[in-house]
């Protein structure tokens, strides 16, 4: 079955290679306006007008001059500092095999870093220490195949891709490696191979990126449901890779909820279950080995996941609450309720300010907006640096998504809430997918560092986490004389507890980035010994490996060392993620 691919070979053409998104979308500074504007026609749903309650919101939420903008101050990478490692019999074979190939440094360079805000102020900034030497762009599983067997052959590091939308430097090629390295790009798999309309199962290779995989459904009726805010970019090879979760986890469920067989070139051969049932109690299941391994034992080449119909009927609603304690009240009762919808989010104080900024201004919105604080702090008497707001979106038959509306209106009543409308989570939804992601790269152009970290933590334990990161880091910047800030959204519910994400950042200072790995570390430590989860959903990469080797029981790093020596005894694939690179280089 034949479809369209959103990524070309040369990728950097269309998708920025220091940043992220399309190359003709961000946000910019415009002088004449004296406003945030947004440049691009991509998303329908971002208009032309300016943002101008942007300059007023940087300052107060992040500390920033948005007037300080300045596109030009970005360096441009030097193929002299990424000299090719050669390895001759690998590069004859694989023109040989006729498989597709380049060692254009371009080519390279873009394949060489990933989303993490480390790589990406390197890219803009800095230097990496080391990069692939060739890219490969198999086009099936055979030629995957072939690949990885030529790689132990003639002992060659393999580093598999795909959108790149990681965070966590999980294609990091290691500082350590002296071999070859060869970065495998699977997003020339984008087939979806069959469709099963009465199991209610599709079958795609791994390269497909979300934004092709769901139109593919779509056009035919169905949804996998499955969407991260990177759903543009990021690849189903790569949600598995990473053990991902999607905004509607509550309906749909996590990837590893959603994976039903997963193919999987090793060194040693190719694993796959030989069946698609519902369940099966034979022996431990390795499909969830797979998922989450993360690059290091071996390349996914194809998935067969769950589909369902589309929803007949999407509602959604936002209200606001007195104080973050009254909102997390409504979270926890939806999220074992009945009338659970498909996703929930809670914003902090400071995020809900940083949201109305970004909102789209003209005359009428420019003279509404001073009557909608005179209402918050004057009729419903809610301290304007104290209330919240949540979101929530349900999917399903029109019937149970009206029912389930109609209770979660309830519930929210329960704890002060007042109901601002659809618009206002409409636009809530449409911020976090567009807007916030290109957010990140506009405040590193002002001069700013800011990064997220997520945790899964339990209902008792989140506000004092949340009371936690937030005294703790905004201590440790007083201690250290410097500028940050960090704000939170709760982004995902569960019977048991919730995703935390946390955004936080650090303002001009000397030794920035090292300054910023440290805070990074601390405000990981904070997490830990509140009682979270090193990662919800972005995984571990090279970011949080030796975080992960520090706090994961002796007995599991054995068992996972003890299979990618049997798996891979070469060390071909060679990224650093769960193993420190001074164990790695041993292997």
Known sequence: MSNQNIFPKRRQELVKP???????????????????????????????????????????????????????????????????KENQKFFESIKELNIDHSMNFEDRFYRGHSQSSTDIYNSMFGKFPKIPDIVVWPKNHEEVAEIVNLANELNIGLIPVGGLSNVTGATQCPSTENRTICSLDLTQMFQMLWLDDKSMLACFEAGISGQDLERVLNERGFTMGHSPDSIEFSTLGGWIATKSSGMKQQTYGNIEDIVVKVKLVTSIGVLEHNSTTPRSSAGPDFEQLIIGSEGTLGVITQAVVKIHKLPESTKYAAFIFPDIHCGIKFLKECSRSESL???????????????????????????????????IKNVLRFDLDKFTSASYMIEGDQATVEWKDKNLRKIASKYGAFYVGENVARHSYMSSSVYSVYLRDLIFNLGALVDTVETSITWNNLENCIANIKTKYENELKRLNLKGFILYRISQVYHEGCCLYTYYGLNKCENQLETFKKLTDFIKNVILESGGSLSHHHGIGAKNTLRYDENMPKIKKEMLRCIKEKVDPKNVFCVRNFIPEKIQSKL
């Open 341 to 375: 919808p498909s996703n929930m989010r809670l914003f902090c104080n400071s995020n809900v300010k940083a949201g109305l900024m970004l909102e789209e201004t003209d005359t009428i919105s420019n003279f509404i907006h001073p009557i909608k604080l005179f209402f």
């Open 18 to 84: 220091n940043g992220w998104g399309y190359c003709d979308a961000y946000l910019y500074y415009d002088k004449t306006k004296n406003s945030l504007m947004f440049h691009g026609k991509r998303y329908p749903r971002v208009g032309s007008k300016p943002l101008t309650r942007a300059l007023e919101g940087f300052k107060n939420v992040f500390s920033i001059d948005i007037s300080e903008f300045n596109s030009d101050k970005f360096q441009t990478p030097s193929s002299i500092d990424y000299p090719i």
